[in-house]
């Protein structure tokens, strides 16, 4: 039987030798990572106290309690068995059993102990819930992956979260292949969501992609927010869209997302309204049905369409003027906003955030003898960028088209830099922009040893920069002006790396 809170049986069950089979309870989730409101009591034929079906139950549907009676050959009741979650692992416990009793005598009242119980989950979710009202979410990266990939790789989804206003509350790294159905060992699963519980977490994030098919096993487990990579990231371009055509585009990128996952009744979609992974630039409730949201992702092609052309015309107007273009690519944050707003004194946003940037800003930046360009920020590259937000966002990249260089901008003091620029090249492989010249830049080394910054100007042949100090460009400039005006044999004759200079400024500034 499941029994409410004031001990009336909402529903019976009858089951047989091997087990009993719970009904759908979903109408009974109070989400908000609180129980259940229901007691389950049932009775073993065998004299095993609780078994791991019961736990699985309690952990899973967040049930107050489960209570297990034995019976004996007379069919008389015989000790009864209690457990329910604990709102603080205890030994890694994840429940607590109580002493075994009587079905006569029971000195427990259950109405106190669920009300006591509730409260210290209440409270555990309170003082741990980030002060400024932010999201918490339990990361999980599952793969069979080599442990130090494993780690980069997560630790760049924290980042993300960091950037999408999400508190990251715990890692979980499990070293395994994914299971097809719901990503993790069940085990595993299980012990996630009543942690998630305890943290006072409204999100699970998984550091891949998810299947729909995953996603919908996985919410019929839980009333949390089952969320992946792309979605954070859509999430994150969904903050970041404040103008007209940057909202399009995301809007575009969400719901070509969600069709596939727009099943019958998507409860695991409509659960994401509001707050992580429901923020949606336009008029989308993400609860919307398939036929509309097919006929809201033709119109908005169509709108992407038009801003395109419009983009393509100005484009032609400065082509036209024979004005040479220059754009500034490489990965999320590594300073490419910086360079723009330093080289030619504007004010671009740039902050330690990964896609600070979204819509291209152009600008001109003049040198001596009269000589001037065009110069381009754009949305930065990621690892894995999401198919959606890549077709989303063709317009935008197109404004790398009319670029007659390229400055590939790489961190030096990231650990990741190669990895990094290695996502870079394959993704302006497959915008068919890896042919174009271009200079690549080694921002940042004013966080680096020179020895290091020396190491990899040597093997990206880069020209040095910080992006913060502008007495650190002329080497820059110079390489610059080399490739767009002078004899192209002319440029890289110079024996030296060109970001010598750059490193010994800096050197000699820190003196
Ligand atoms: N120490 C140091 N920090 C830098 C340098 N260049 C940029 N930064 C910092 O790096 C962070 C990211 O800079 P942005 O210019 O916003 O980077 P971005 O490449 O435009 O990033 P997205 O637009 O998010 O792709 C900011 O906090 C900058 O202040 C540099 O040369 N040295
Ligand atoms: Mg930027």
Known sequence: MLLDRRGRVRIAMVGDARGVFLPDLSAHRR??????GLRLVHTHLKPVGLDEDDFTDLALLRLDMVSAIEVDSDGLPGKIHTAHLVAANVDERLWDVLPPGTVHEQSEDFPEVIAALEEEFARNRKSRKAGDGLERAILIHISDKPRTVAEASVAELRELCRSGGIVPAEE??????????????????????????????EAIIFDSNLTPAQVKNL???????????????????????????????VELAQLRYLLPRLSGKHTAMSRLTGGIGGRGPGETKLEIDRRRAQQRVAQLQREVGKLGKRRRLRRQ???????????IVGYTNVGKSTLLNRLTQSTVTEVDALFAT?????????????????????????????KELMEAFRTTFEEIEPAQLLLQVLDASDPEVEERHASVQ?????????????????????LCEGDVVRGLAKRYNAVCVSALNPDSFAPLLEAMEARLWLDPDDDQTSGEAPGEDAVAAMEQDAV
Do not use: W
């Open 31 to 36: 989400g908000g990572n609180r129980l259940c």
């Open 172 to 201: 979980i790294i499990q070293r395994r292949r994914v299971d097809p159905k719901y990503v993790m060992g069940k085990g595993r699963l299980k012990s996630t969501l009543i942690r998630s519980m305890q943290l006072g977490a």
């Open 219 to 249: 919410a019929e487990y839980t009333d949390l927010k089952v969320l992946d990579r792309t979605q954070v990231i859509l999430d994150i371009f969904a903050q970041r869209a404040k103008e007209r055509e940057g909202r399009i585009q």
């Open 317 to 327: 107007v400065r082509t036209d003027k024979g004005i040479p273009t220059v754009s």
């Open 358 to 386: 979204l819509n291209p800003v152009s600008r001109r930046l003049r040198f001596p003898k009269e000589r001037e360009i065009i110069i381009t920020d754009t949305v930065g590259f990621i690892r894995d960028l999401p």
């Open 426 to 446: 394959l993704l302006l492989k497959e915008l068919g922009f890896h042919l174009k010249p271009s200079i690549v830049v080694l921002n940042k080394i004013d």
